[in-house]
């Protein structure tokens, strides 16, 4: 009995380690969000400065219930080292993009990310090429040039 409890219990902590990162960073968003008070115009139909962050919040936190899910319905040999470094991979991917904006700016640092990231899963040169250019262009494009929010730029 105490096998199949310690068994029940290592597979749940192997089905969720892979999904940690993703629920405390839905948590962190989702949590602190609640915290933010200032609208950003005055505008009556504006859902304000919380809204980005509590869907990102509830995109992370239902993407990583999904995942773990999915990892406790998979069986042991569809779960391998490879899709387990690969997503360490793209997390720490994500991660320095977090870390490089502030250093880099946006433009230089979301390239880069993009790029290694298309370039993790296999995609194409020209592809890879074309979506980041595409991508750069309609961020720059809503942001700067339509809601006039000023994203991080090249400190140099």
Do not use: C
């Not at 793209?90 to 790029?115: K, R």
Request: positive net charge; proline residues 6%; charged residues 10%.
């Amino acid at each position: 009995m105490l096998s199949n409890k310690a068994s029940l219990v290592t597979k749940l902590l192997n089905a969720l380690v892979p999904a940690l990162v993703w629920l405390l960073a839905g948590l962190y968003f989702l949590a602190f969000s609640f915290g933010i008070r200032v609208p950003l115009t005055l505008d009556k139909f504006d859902p304000g400065p919380t809204f980005l962050p509590r869907l990102l919040g509830g995109g992370l936190l239902l993407g990583g219930f999904a995942q773990t899910l999915h990892n406790l319905l998979a069986s042991p040999e569809y779960r391998t080292d490879a899709a387990k470094r690969g997503s360490a991979i793209i997390t720490a991917a994500v991660f320095g993009f977090i870390l490089l904006l502030p250093v880099l700016g946006f433009h230089l640092s979301a390239a880069i990310f993009s790029i290694s990231s298309m370039l993790l899963m296999k995609v194409g040169w020209l592809r890879t090429i074309l979506s980041t250019t595409i991508i750069l262009f309609v961020i720059h494009f809503i942001f700067i040039e339509v809601f006039m929010i000023a994203l991080p730029l090249f400190p140099f």
